[in-house]
């Protein structure tokens, strides 16, 4: 439960493109005079070197027209920008691009020079129509300003999603939906309600046995596998029951009930009044338990420690089929199979430097298994090096879990069906712990609010293709949008999908060297009633995500007691300084009083805690929480990442 890998996986999103394009025009400063009229240049934040049209003077600020950037980056002067030049230079530019020169416009267009955000002049033009019809420019210029940062296309429908995500509060919204939604009949508005009950992590107005009986019974309609592959998984179902018998078991139960196009959760619900008890294959309370231990014991690795182990295992498995004892037939193999040897070896090495193994082990709860990973790590490369000499039968074990692990792990879509029974059982599952409790509803937000669904994947494998995307609250919200039928109106179901959108926006940003993500959860998740902000940002490694050993991370609260608190989180090689923003002094107390937990969860996590500071929170720092903008966050409270 690595909430920083988790998060690094969250949305796949373009990398923002750092090199100059051609037309935009951006600020630089000239820091070396090189010849054939060539110069290194300071663009934002990195350094280029540029063929110029004209000759420029050392150490001056430009305003530049990028130019073609196919072999040589050739750079246009608009004109100077210096400070004493202010207002001439952008009055300048606007007239050159076409657009009026007003107050606002002039503001606007300072900000994105002194900023050294690069724009193209038609996002320009469109970015100066957005800023004219709004009434409150100022909140308007910082979100226009985010868009032209961030290279977001310039247009009404970003623009409304982030000013909708700036200005609304998603627990609210998600409030206002379930109000409006909770005496429809229509099947996406009940599915709304009960995933936004899970969202927020509180008890449903239906048990878990009646929502469970609603949630097979709308899928068994549809044909749709997803829960009857996630209960074999699981260990719920007998791996040999077919789809088509669990599927007339349960047709069987309702009877009529299940005839025609019916997806109302009341006529289910109706059923279990009026039937013996529904076909669940274990209590209630055991398949809770089940759902619980296999969801622990997911772990999404990246591709190339999947295709290691994957072929590590393989070679392995032919060499114990084999049972090589004698040292002719070793040195037979040996000498024909050198390059597998070598190739086997490798991937041990890769393994044990991502720590696969270590990371597998930390899923499983009994000692044995754990010490048998250890030394199936330890072992089984000697198998390639040694031989004969190699003690197998631990190697026989430590595979024989690994193979147990690998059966459990699930598909992208049986992920979220897993993590939507969780949050459904989460309520009624007394055996999770608070931490456990909070990862959850995160999975939930995270998976099954529709934050991902342009980038999922098509099905690939066979299990896959039997499966359904999972309904996410923006695509039922979209459902709801097109029925009649639906008591949730029209426009709080635009602003719960807008909001949904400006997350999805800000998700992510990336550059060549580092991730910052940006996220917005639900207050109910740490029992708020105000949401949730968290940024994090650091290197990326070469998989691509945050390296959780470099990184800083932050959360933007507001608490019950404490009310507008901000945790700072500052990670240097696993060594992890805290700080904590508020403005009372009385929170001394029980941070000093927390410290020996925060101290020993961050060692049970490989983690050591060196500091943990309190300070007064300025308003400066607090300004930034609700549109959740670290740059801002760091501008205010100058803290050194």
């Known amino acids: 439960m690595n909430l920083i890998s988790s998060l690094s996986k969250l949305v796949q999103q373009q990398e923002v493109q750092a090199s100059p394009k051609t037309g935009q025009v951006i600020n630089g400063k000239i820091l070396e005079l090189l010849p054939q009229n060539r110069a290194v240049v300071q663009l934002g934040s990195q350094q280029v070197k540029a063929q110029l049209e004209a000759s420029l003077t050392k150490g001056k600020s430009y305003l530049f027209q990028v130019g073609s950037t196919d072999h040589k980056i050739q750079l246009k002067v608009i004109t100077q920008s210096d400070e004493s030049q202010g207002k001439s230079t952008v009055k300048q530019l606007l007239n050159e691009l076409g657009i009026k020169p007003t107050k606002e416009n002039r503001l606007l267009t300072s900000q994105l020079i002194q900023k050294s955000i690069p724009f193209q002049a038609a996002d320009l033009k469109q970015a100066v129509a957005l800023y004219q019809r709004e009434d409150d420019k100022k909140v308007t210029r910082e979100i226009l300003l985010q868009m032209l940062q961030k290279q977001l296309p310039v247009k009404n429908s970003v623009y409304e999603a982030l000013h909708t995500k700036r200005m609304d509060s998603l627990s609210e919204l998600m409030n206002q939906v379930r109000i409006e939604a909770s005496n429809s009949e229509t099947a996406a508005d009940r599915a709304a309600v009960s995933l936004i009950t899970s969202l927020k992590g509180e008890r449903a107005s239906v048990s878990l046995r009646e929502s469970s009986v609603v949630k097979l019974m709308t899928e068994i309609n549809i044909n749709s596998q997803n829960s009857f592959l996630l209960f074999k998984k699981a260990g719920i179902l007998d791996s040999k029951v077919s789809y088509n018998s669990f599927q007339a078991t349960w047709t069987e139960w309702a009877g009529a009930h299940s005839k025609g196009n019916i997806n109302h959760s009341s006529t289910y619900l109706a059923s279990l009044s009026k039937k013996p008890a529904p076909p669940f294959p274990m209590a209630m309370e055991k398949m809770a338990g089940r759902l619980k231990q296999i969801f622990h014991q997911q772990l999404q690795l990246e591709a190339p420690e999947q295709q290691s182990l994957h072929r590590a295992m393989n070679q392995v498995e032919k060499v114990l089929v084999k049972d090589i004892s004698s040292g002719s037939d070793y040195l037979h193999v040996k000498q024909n199979a050198i390059g597998i040897k070598q190739s086997v070896i490798e991937d041990f090495q890769f393994l044990k430097e991502r720590e696969v193994l270590t990371k597998i082990s930390a899923l499983h709860t009994e000692e044995k298994n754990q010490k048998l990973l250890q030394d199936f790590l330890r072992a089984a490369p000697t198998l390639f090096t040694e031989g004969e000499s190699t003690e197998k039968q631990p190697i026989r074990e430590g595979l024989s879990v690994l193979k147990e692990w690998q059966s459990r792990q699930l598909d992208p879509i049986l992920r979220q069906t897993l993590t939507e029974w969780m949050g459904r059982a989460a309520a009624e599952l007394s055996t999770l712990s608070e931490k456990e409790a909070i990862f959850v509803k995160m999975k939930t937000m995270l998976d099954l609010t529709g934050l991902q669904e342009e980038s999922q994947s098509k099905a690939t494998s066979a299990q896959e293709k039997a499966s359904t995307q999972e309904s996410s609250l923006k695509s039922l919200l979209l459902s709801s949008l097109q029925d009649s039928n639906s008591t949730i109106r029209p426009e709080t179901a635009k602003k719960m999908i807008q909001i949904l959108n400006g997350l999805q926006l800000t998700a992510q940003q990336e550059t060549s060297q580092s991730l910052q993500f940006s996220l917005q959860f639900p207050g109910n998740v740490i029992g708020s009633e105000n949401d949730v902000y968290l940024d994090m940002e650091g290197r990326k490694t070469k998989e691509g995500n945050i390296d959780p050993d470099y990184c800083h991370i932050v959360f933007f609260l507001d608490l019950d007691n404490f009310k507008e608190t901000i ?75």
Request: hydrophobic content about 40%; aromatic content about 6%; overall charge negative.
């Open 567 to 641: 945790i700072n989180l500052n990670i240097v090689s696993r060594r992890v300084g805290v700080t904590v923003f508020n403005h009372d002094s009385f929170i001394e107390l029980p941070m000093e009083t927390h410290k020996a937990a925060l101290k020993s969860g961050l060692e049970d996590m490989g983690y050591e805690l060196i500091s943990l500071n309190i300070k007064e929170m300025n308003s400066a720092a607090h300004t930034s929480s609700k549109d959740n903008s670290l740059a801002e966050y760091k501008e205010g409270i100058d803290l050194r990442i």
